[in-house]
C-alpha cells in the first residue's frame, strides 16, 4: 500500500508564504510525476504545478512568479513554496503522485487526503 502524507498547510494573510510538503511511502519501486493540485468550494479541481522525475516543472499560469515546485526524489517528497499569496489561492491543496508499486507493476494514480490552504485580505 501507498500513502501520501502532507503538511504545511494554514491560515495566512495575503502577502505571506508557506511551504507545503508531501511525502510518498509504502510499496514503492519508483515515482514519475509529482504534482499539486487544489479545489475550492463548489469549484473543479485544478492543477497548480507539477514536476517530473528529471525536475521539469510546469504551472498554473495564475501561480507562476510566486510558486515552485521542488522533489527530493531520495526521500520521495514534494514540495510546493507559495509566495506572494492572494485570497484566490484558499483551497484545499492536494499532492499527486504516479507510482509503480514494488509488486504487483504497474503505474498508479495515489492522492493525498488534502491540506487546508486559507489566505486572508
Given at each position: ?9 494554514g ?42 522525475r ?9 501561480v ?18 507559495m ?17 509503480v ?21
Open positions: 500500500q501507498v500513502h501520501l502524507v502532507e503538511s504545511g498547510g491560515l495566512v494573510q495575503a502577502g505571506g508564504s508557506l511551504r507545503l510538503s508531501c511525502a510518498a511511502s509504502g510499496n514503492i519501486f519508483s515515482i514519475n510525476g509529482m504534482g499539486w493540485y487544489r479545489q475550492a468550494p463548489g469549484n473543479q479541481r485544478e492543477l497548480v504545478a507539477a514536476i517530473t528529471g525536475g521539469g516543472t510546469n504551472y498554473a499560469d495564475s507562476k512568479g510566486r510558486f515552485t515546485i521542488s522533489r527530493d526524489n531520495a526521500k520521495n517528497t514534494v514540495y510546493l513554496q509566495n506572494s499569496l492572494k485570497p484566490e489561492d484558499t483551497g484545499v491543496y492536494y499532492c499527486n503522485a504516479g507510482v508499486p514494488t509488486t504487483p507493476r504497474g503505474l498508479y494514480d495515489y492522492w493525498g487526503q488534502g491540506t487546508q490552504v486559507t489566505v486572508s485580505s
